[in-house]
């Protein structure tokens, strides 16, 4: 149809497990396009090229990140990056959802806890510069995602993990 326009959603990290699904998902979504960006395209440590990239979205998805062992790569990545995200989605007028993860509000259990009321008790490195991403997106009026177990598909972590637990203990736990 001439001069309809559709939404477009960027979605960062889109080679990865979340972050290609969201991708995909966007693909089928009525008045969307999706617009996949991975690390060749665009390094969220790189500003002019982000920023490049992110030109004329409606949305981002950011779920690039580095979940590695090196603390400078979770500050380069993880915190000045998505400095970097936030100010190119600003530029571009797009509002950006964060995936983060569960591990910002350390070790549970929780139970019937609120959302909104999970505390921010990071026990690594790694989660602290998750949570301190957190606070850019949600100072930008975006919001963060924080999934705990992720299972489908191409998982490596989840089932692999269940597998050796059962492997461990002789058999399934009741």
Do not use: K
């Amino acid at each position: 149809m001439p001069g309809t326009s559709r939404a477009v959603l960027a979605v960062l990290g889109a080679r990865g497990f979340i972050g290609s699904r969201a991708a995909e998902a966007a693909r089928r979504l009525p008045g969307w396009s999706a617009r996949p960006i991975t690390r060749g395209l665009a390094d969220v440590r790189d500003a002019s090229a982000l920023a490049a990239a992110l030109a004329g979205v409606s949305a981002v998805v950011h779920a690039a990140s580095h979940v590695g062992s090196d603390p400078q790569l979770h500050r380069l990545v993880n915190v000045e990056g998505t400095a970097n995200v936030v100010a190119a989605a600003d530029a571009s007028g797009a509002r950006v959802v964060y995936l983060s993860t569960a591990a910002v509000s350390g070790r549970g259990p929780f139970h019937r806890l609120d959302e909104a009321d999970a505390p921010l008790a990071p026990s690594s490195p790694l989660s602290a510069s998750r949570a301190a991403a957190e606070r850019l997106v949600l100072d930008a009026g975006g919001l963060v995602v924080r999934p705990h177990l992720v299972l489908g598909a191409g998982d490596r972590w989840v089932g692999p993990g269940v597998a050796a637990l059962t492997a461990a203990v002789g058999g399934l736990v009741d």
